[in-house]
T-cell receptor, first 111, second 113 residues
């Protein structure tokens, strides 16, 4: 089956700096790569996703890049703000009923 | 707005009790999922269902069962709760013919004493 690895497990940045979280996957058939943000006491919520026919996608301060050859994808958050502090999960899927998650990154933005 | 609700936010049960966790979604999604979330382990799939009365085992089904009698409702059952089932349980749903975004409920923190 698919194996998704996520690094780092914890990340602290100064407000205004950029944050980068990286994930690798093992199954070359995976074609959908979502990123979720989980705030304290809440369920994960999608912040951005990318499909395998695209190399990069941006949404304001958030971007995701995908390298299919190397089987890795990354989340980039620019101009970080304290409200970006949360746990972030990457995931990979090739069907609609199996999603494989990374182990999560706890991001702290220091004001 | 898609809404996934879970019956309890916090639950405390005793070892050996039968425990029911309920999940309801309001967007007519075909697929529903139960995950367990533990620190350092991410989200691990317990069971998923792709249609009423249909279910598939995930990565960690031992000690759990599920029921889906109606499209909008997916129940997780702990037949005889044990202390190692103390965890956060997350329900999610997604449309069929995906993959598409999963919509998660707020989670149920279950403590088994």
């Amino acid at each position: 089956g698919e194996n998704v690895e996520q690094h780092p497990s914890t990340l602290s940045v100064q407000e205004g700096d950029s944050a980068v979280i990286k994930c690798t996957y093992s199954d070359s058939a995976s074609n959908y790569f979502p990123w979720y943000k989980q705030e304290l006491g809440k369920g994960p919520q999608l912040i951005i996703d990318i499909r395998s026919n695209v190399g990069e996608k941006k949404d304001q301060r958030i971007a995701v890049t995908l390298n299919k050859t190397a089987k890795h994808f990354s989340l980039h958050i620019t101009e970080t703000q304290p409200e970006d502090s949360a746990v972030y999960f990457c995931a990979a899927s090739k069907t609609g009923n199996q999603f494989y998650f990374g182990t999560g990154t706890s991001l702290t933005v220091i004001p | 707005d898609v809404k996934v609700t879970q019956s309890s936010r916090y639950l405390v049960k005793r070892t050996g009790e039968k425990v029911f966790l309920e999940c309801v979604q309001d967007m007519d999604h075909e697929n529903m999922f139960w995950y367990r979330q533990d620190p350092g382990l991410g989200l691990r799939l317990i069971y998923f269902s792709y249609d009423v009365k249909m279910k598939e085992k995930g990565d960690i089904p031992e000690g759990y069962s599920v029921s889906r009698e109606k499209k909008e409702r997916f129940s997780l059952i702990l037949e005889s709760a044990s202390t190692n089932q103390t965890s956060m349980y997350l329900c999610a749903s997604t449309p069929g013919d995906g993959p598409y975004e999963q919509y998660f409920g707020p989670g149920t923190r279950l403590t088994v004493t």
